[in-house]
């Protein structure tokens, strides 16, 4: 029978204030980053809100540091 492999949690979606705590940017740097293909791209979520995948900031924030992701417990 074989083996059915784990899923990994789903990604939360962090809102702008969280992105600008994590990474230490302003807004207008994450604008201007993510213009140049720099920063992970932002999810449109309604009309007026927008959100970007904790994985994909945690793992630009690991190759801009050298460090391995943290695990989660």
């Not at 962090?14 to 604008?31: I, N, Y």
């Not at 201007?32 to 932002?42: A, V």
């Not at 809100?49 to 630009?60: A, F, K, N, R």
């Amino acid at each position: 029978m074989p083996q059915i492999e784990p899923k990994a949690p789903p990604s939360r979606l962090l809102r702008r204030r969280d992105v600008t705590a994590r990474t230490g940017l302003s807004s207008t740097t994450l604008w201007r980053l993510e213009g140049l293909g720099q920063f992970p791209k932002r999810r449109q979520l309604s009309e007026r809100l927008v959100g970007w995948l904790e994985s994909e900031i945690d793992e630009w924030i690991s190759t801009r540091t050298g460090a391995v992701p943290a695990v989660k417990p």
